[in-house]
C-alpha cells in the first residue's frame, strides 16, 4: 500500500497503543495485554476507578476522532493494528472491579477477551454497521460493559 500507516506518524503510535498492534498474531490480544500493566498499578495503589471516569471520556473522544481520521485518510474499516480500542475496552471492564485482587485482572482478562470475539448485540451492531470511528471504538467499550458486569456477578454472587 503506497503511504501505508506509519509508526513515525503521531496517531498511529497512538491507536497502536505504543505499535503493540503490529505486534503479529491476535494484536487484539497484545493490545489487551498491554492494557493489564496499567490496570495492575491502578489497582495496586488501590485507585479510586472513578477519578480515572474524565480520562476515560476524554481517551474515549479522542480515539472516536483520531480512529475516523486515519481510516479515512488511508481508506480502512477497522483495521487490526488499532488496539486503543482494546485498552478502552480493557479499562471498562476494570471500573467493575473496585476493591478486587489484583489477580482478578487475569479472569477480567479472559472475559474481555471472549465477549470482545463474541461480539454480542450491540457490540456487533457497532462492529459492522457504523463505519465510522466510533463504531472502531465503542464496540469494545460494549464488550468490555459484558465482561465487566459478567466479572461483577461471577465475583460478587457466585463465588
Known sequence: MKNAPSLKQWEIIFLSFGGVGFLPKAPGTWGTLATLPFLWGLSALKFPNFLVI???IFLTAGSCYVAEVIQKKYD???PQWIVI???LGMLTTWFF???SPTWHL????ILFRFFDIVKI???SYFDKEVKHGMGTILD???SGLFAG???YIIFNYIF
Do not use: C, K, Q, R
Not at 487475569?106 to 482478562?109: Q, S, V
Open 121 to 123: 448485540w450491540p457490540a
Open 85 to 87: 480500542d482494546e485498552v
Open 97 to 99: 472491579m473496585t476493591g
Open 76 to 78: 480502512l474499516h477497522d
Open 140 to 142: 469494545d467499550i460494549v
Open 54 to 56: 474524565p480520562f476515560f
Open 106 to 109: 487475569i479472569p477480567a482478562f
Open 149 to 151: 458486569i459478567s466479572y
